[in-house]
């Protein structure tokens, strides 16, 4: 590895700028050039950057002797950042990587942008631009293996933009890939997305698309963390099961359900859900 490559590593692991990095110890323009091995920095000027940004040097020479780390290595550690900063709720730190990922070399870095602002605009309420929002929609589509990223990105702002078919495709791939993992988080997610792909079926009239979905849920034993998930879940299985046998009690056991939301401190959910269940019962 060398230097450039090293102080580039650094950099982009403290989420800097290459002008936030070098202060006015070199240009911006001359320091990128020193990243891309094109320029040679003084002695002088690499001890005063390491110090301006807090960098160990014994820590930063010991590391140049170690092996070189890919480009993809370095994206995928950059990148990797981005859940951290979202469950740090912290528009800043994703808004300071899409800056990095802009001025990268990285060849799919126009992909990793997209997912940075959707990220942003959930965190914001604010919409995708339509042309970003086709995009992510396609980015989405072609995911061959989820990870706990995409798969929340799926779940919280992507569903409500595909259409059914689309959803449908893909929930069962995301469900066949986690519904037997053992962490509770991603369980979580996946009784989401089963909950809301129920609501789908019900709305558009597809009802029988729905067992997949309630045999998947029902493999998922209930803990604390996914009660709610599984509480909503038994609710829609008894508006469907109630259009297939009319029997009374399955509307008396959706409205406990919806009773319990209000007396457990979610009266506006409750109330979502009472507003579905008198247009869907």
Not at 199 to 209: H, L
Request: proline content about 2%.
């Amino acid at each position: 590895m060398t230097i450039g490559e090293l102080l580039k590593k650094y950099r982009l692991e403290s989420l800097k700028t290459q002008k936030e990095w070098v202060g006015d110890i070199v240009s911006p323009s001359y320091y990128s050039k020193v990243e891309k091995n094109i320029h040679r920095i003084t002695a002088e000027d690499l001890l005063q950057l390491l110090k301006y940004n807090n960098v160990s040097v014994a820590a930063f020479f010991k590391q140049l002797n170690q092996e070189q780390e890919t480009e993809q290595e370095q994206e995928e550690q950059l990148f990797n950042l981005a859940p951290e900063a979202v469950y740090k709720n912290s528009v800043e730190d994703l808004r300071k990587l899409k800056r990095i990922f802009k001025e990268s070399n990285f060849a799919d870095k126009e992909e990793r942008i997209v997912y940075i602002d959707a990220e942003i605009a959930e965190m914001t309420d604010q919409k995708l631009p339509a042309e970003e929002e086709q995009t992510l929609k396609q980015l989405i589509f072609k995911v061959a293996d989820f990870n706990e990223d995409n798969l929340r990105l799926y779940c919280n702002y992507m569903m409500v933009i595909f259409d059914i078919d689309s959803n449908l495709i893909i929930a069962k791939r995301v469900v066949k890939q986690f519904i037997n993992s053992p962490k509770w988080k991603l369980q979580a997610i996946i009784l989401a997305i089963i909950d809301n792909m129920i609501i789908q079926c019900i709305e558009n009239k597809r009802e029988d698309e729905a067992n997949f979905f309630i045999e998947s849920a029902q493999q998922v034993t209930v803990i604390p963390e996914n009660f709610f998930y599984k509480n909503i879940l038994q609710f829609m299985a008894n508006i469907i099961r109630y259009h297939q046998t009319g029997d009374e009690k399955l509307l008396t056991q959706c409205q406990t359900v919806i009773d319990n939301l209000a007396f457990t401190g979610m009266p506006e959910y409750s109330k979502q859900l009472h507003k579905f269940y008198l247009e869907n019962k």
